[in-house]
C-alpha cells in the first residue's frame, strides 16, 4: 500500500484556552440553569441539553475568537476558524430559539414571538453575567 502524501496541517500554536473549560462551562451553565428554573415551565430533559449546547459552543467561539484576533493566523487557519465561528453563533443563536419555543409549547397564553424574546433577552443576561465573573 502506497504511504500518503497528504500531511495533515499542524499550527504553530496550541489552541488557546479561554482558562479552564471546566469552570468556564459550569459557570455558564449554571448561571442558564439557575435563569431557567427560575422561569415556569422548566423542563431538565429539553432545556438541558439546549443549556449544555450553549455552554459548549460558548466556549469554542471564544477559542476561535482568540484565534481569529491573534497575530499568528495565517490565512488557511483564518479562513477556517471564521467558518467555525460564524457556525457557533447559528448554533447558539438555534439553541436559544429552541428554548423558547419549547417554553412556549409548555406555556399557554404568550405568543411564540414574545415567549422566545423574554427567554432570549433572559439567556443572554445570563450568560454575560456568567462571563463577567471571570
Known amino acids: 500500500m502506497p504511504k500518503s502524501t497528504i500531511k495533515p496541517h499542524t499550527a504553530t500554536n496550541p489552541v488557546p484556552s479561554v482558562g479552564n473549560d471546566a469552570l468556564e462551562y459550569s459557570r455558564i451553565r449554571n448561571e442558564l440553569y439557575g435563569l431557567l428554573k427560575t422561569m415556569d415551565g422548566y423542563e431538565p430533559v429539553v432545556d438541558n441539553y439546549y443549556v449544555d ?72 443576561e445570563a450568560l454575560r453575567i456568567a462571563e463577567s465573573d471571570q
Open 53 to 124: 449546547l450553549i455552554a459548549k459552543s460558548r466556549i469554542a467561539s471564544k477559542k476561535a475568537g482568540i484565534i481569529l484576533n491573534s497575530k499568528a493566523a495565517t490565512e488557511f487557519t483564518f479562513s477556517r476558524v471564521a467558518d467555525a465561528h460564524a457556525k457557533y453563533a447559528k448554533i447558539i443563536d438555534e439553541a436559544y430559539d429552541r428554548l423558547g419555543i419549547s417554553r412556549r409549547a409548555r406555556l399557554t397564553g404568550q405568543e411564540k414571538t414574545e415567549t422566545a424574546a423574554v427567554v432570549t433577552n433572559s439567556l443572554l
